[in-house]
């Protein structure tokens, strides 16, 4: 299990990485609305402690509040993991989200190191934390945004490492647009 993971944070790591040479005209430089590679999305993710512990974990929802983005929390499961763990019943489009106690984390924007946001045709674009939380907040995108981008409340997928939250990306599912 702790390979598992392992894993997965070394793929999360990766994937920052191919997002950092994404559109830039420099080495290691992400301008905002660069194109952004698909995240990797795991069979499941972590199970929800307080704190967080090292991992992946789904926010189906995020608000801002006092300029802090809030993410809800859950447990979300996909393909035969979701069916193996919640039954084909609650499992729509390859995906389900466990029944759990409400949860949320709370954090600075300026705290995240990757973010990435995808629109009504599946594309996915970096962002900062700060724009995330001007679109989430109702803001109209920054004028590097594509003439065709409008902010759509897709779910996220949240890395945590060291405690902390650091990634946040936004997930197309089936069935959300």
């Known amino acids: 299990m702790r390979t598992s993971?392992?894993?997965?944070?070394?793929?999360?790591?990766?994937?920052?990485?191919?997002?950092?040479?994404?559109?830039?005209?420099?080495?290691?430089?992400?301008?905002?609305?660069?194109?952004?590679?698909?995240?990797?999305?795991?069979?499941?993710?972590?199970?929800?402690?307080?704190?967080?512990?090292?991992?992946?974990?789904?926010?189906p929802s995020v608000a801002v509040k006092d300029g802090q983005l809030v993410f809800a929390l859950g447990q979300a499961f996909f393909g035969p993991t979701c069916t193996t763990e919640l039954g084909a019943a609650a499992c729509t489009g390859d995906m389900g989200v466990a029944d759990t106690l409400p949860a949320t984390v709370t954090l600075d924007p300026t705290g995240l190191a990757s973010v990435s946001v995808v629109d009504t045709q599946h594309r996915n674009y970096a962002v900062t934390g700060a724009e995330l939380a001007g679109l989430v907040g109702g803001a109209?995108?920054?004028?590097?945004?594509?003439?065709?981008?409008?902010?759509?409340?897709?779910?996220?997928?949240?890395?945590?490492?060291?405690?902390?939250?650091?990634?946040?990306?936004?997930?197309?599912?089936?069935?959300?647009s």
């Open 140 to 176: 109209a995108p920054s004028s590097p945004a594509p003439a065709t981008y409008a902010y759509h409340p897709y779910p996220f997928l949240l890395t945590v490492l060291a405690g902390a939250v650091v990634e946040a990306h936004q997930i197309w599912v089936e069935g959300s």
């Open 5 to 59: 993971r392992l894993c997965r944070l070394a793929g999360v790591a990766l994937a920052f990485v191919a997002l950092s040479a994404c559109g830039s005209d420099s080495a290691g430089v992400v301008h905002l609305y660069d194109p952004a590679p698909v995240p990797a999305v795991p069979d499941r993710t972590a199970d929800i402690t307080s704190p967080l512990h090292d991992g992946q974990f789904w926010s």
